[in-house]
């Protein structure tokens, strides 16, 4: 890659590549906030916080919070076309201010690098499960037979590590492959995959006999049901699904042409995010009524719900197994995003050409990964900071998740919405964002106002709560 600084003005640096079109861009950015997250998290929190009522709070939070930070971060990544860190101290120079502010994306790629160590290891369960429901494991089987599954699973290091190993590769193998070769190609393969996979999991679950239950669960307006506390909830979903703070629309931004509309793009994303979201409850909740199962079990409606439901149904065996390669491609589209930012870093900082700089930020992400392992199994009793109270009980892995999700991921947000809206100036925010007078004016104002403290209530809430 190109190692001289870009020149304000002077168009793009064509030797660092680009997305081949906005479409692109778009599959990309889609792939890195369509997780496991949207799978699971989204639907069932939208059935217990009002469906309809939650749904609607929630795109006004994207609104207010999502599409401006994503705004914010792709426009750092095209203005400095390098790395998040060089590119956050290229645009506060040119502004004239401190260099300091780079901070935020030092905070977000610590993040990415820290969630993706652990984020593998449960990447690893979809790829095993995959296997266990094409080869049958689910037949017939009841709750106590698939728990013991699930339980082996955690119970077993070796598995585990074998699971978090071929996930990690599969993700070394598309970074390492560079722009076009690996992140554009996968996303464009893979995006479209998970879609098709998804409206055929909606298609089986309108064959269940409970399809208008689920569609009464996820869009019936409760308003009844809608507190203060489920406000809170969809103004963090916002704000963490879109894979804000991690620094990986920066980096995405910086191969972005300054030809494609930032706004236009962030909004696309922003659509497309939740309506997998939405459509993953439609596939999944009506195969989860037809069995009187329980809609609200967060991270075991996925491993142990469903499999008990698959194992139960006619074909089970192959609609398990569309499931779960689903998932496993939501999670990879994730991963490969996470691991971008660090590896441009290396990339850059480094003699490092881009095969080798992946392999040395995979294999020290990989290693990271083996104490979230051993923290479900042989060191489920350690718990670091548990002689303060609220940590106590706490594992390795908790912790990793607690302070990425709650501190790192909401400070960096806070400090791009700072920055871009007080330090950057506003002609160039004008000229590079490309918005007509009306729209440029009420994100200005959501990024200099509404977005910072809406924020600042998450991320109290979350170390408050």
């Not at 599409?67 to 990544?77: D, Q, R, S």
């Not at 990447?123 to 494991?137: F, I, M, N, P, Q």
């Not at 991270?299 to 149904?313: E, K, R, S, Y």
Request: aromatic letters at 12%.
């Amino acid at each position: 890659m190109s190692q001289s600084n870009p020149v304000p003005g002077n168009g793009d640096d064509a030797s660092r590549g680009f997305w081949s079109s906005r479409l692109a861009f778009i599959l990309a950015a889609t792939g890195s906030a369509v997780g496991l997250g949207n799978i699971w998290k989204f639907p069932y929190v939208t059935g217990e916080n009002g469906g309809g009522a939650f749904v609607i709070v929630y795109l006004i939070c994207i609104a207010v919070i999502g599409v401006p930070i994503m705004m914010a971060e792709v426009f750092l990544g095209r203005n400095g076309r390098h790395n998040p860190i060089t590119s956050m101290r290229l645009v506060a120079e040119r502004n004239l201010k401190s260099p300091a502010w780079r901070v935020s994306a030092v905070v977000g790629m610590l993040a990415a690098f820290i969630i993706l160590s652990f984020y593998s290891v449960i990447g690893g369960w979809s790829a095993s499960y995959v296997e266990h429901a094409l080869v049958g494991d689910f037949a017939g089987g009841t709750a106590d037979s698939i728990n013991a599954i699930f339980s082996d699973l955690l119970a077993s290091p070796i598995q585990l590590l074998i699971w978090h190993t071929v996930f990690m590769a599969l993700v070394v193998l598309v970074v390492s492959r560079g722009l076009k070769g690996g992140l554009e190609r996968v996303a464009t393969i893979l995006m479209p995959t998970l879609l098709v996979l998804l409206l055929v999991a909606v298609g089986y679950a309108m064959t269940t006999g409970h399809f208008g239950e689920a569609v009464s669960f996820l869009f019936k307006p409760d308003f009844s049901a809608l507190t203060f506390n489920a406000v809170l909830i969809a103004l963090g979903h916002a704000f963490f699904t879109l894979s804000l703070g991690m620094a990986v629309m920066m980096a995405y931004g910086s191969y972005l042409r300054r030809d494609i509309s930032i706004g236009r793009t962030a909004i696309s994303v922003a659509f497309m995010d939740t309506a997998v979201a939405l459509l993953a409850g439609l596939a999944i909740f009506p195969v989860v009524f037809s069995f009187g199962l329980e809609a609200s079990a967060g991270p075991g409606l996925i491993f142990q719900t469903l499999p008990l439901a698959f194992g139960n149904i006619p074909m089970g065996w192959l609609f398990g197994t569309l499931f779960f390669i689903l998932l496993l491609f939501a999670a990879w589209t994730s991963a490969i995003s996470l691991l971008e930012p660090v590896v441009e870093w290396v990339e850059e900082k480094t003699s490092l050409a881009r095969a080798g700089s992946t392999i040395v930020v995979g294999v020290l992400c990989w290693a990271l990964g083996i104490a979230s392992i051993l923290s479900l199994n042989v060191w489920s009793d350690v718990t670091p900071l548990g002689m303060f109270e609220r940590f106590e009980g706490k594992t390795i892995f908790d912790l990793l998740d607690f302070f990425t999700a709650n501190v790192m991921l909401p400070l960096s947000g806070l400090l791009t919405a700072l920055f871009v809206g007080w330090a950057v100036a506003k002609e160039s925010l004008k000229l590079d964002l490309a918005l007509d007078g009306t729209a440029f004016t009420l994100w200005y104002n959501a990024i200099r106002y509404v977005t910072p403290v809406a924020v600042l209530v998450v991320f109290a809430y979350n170390l408050l709560a």
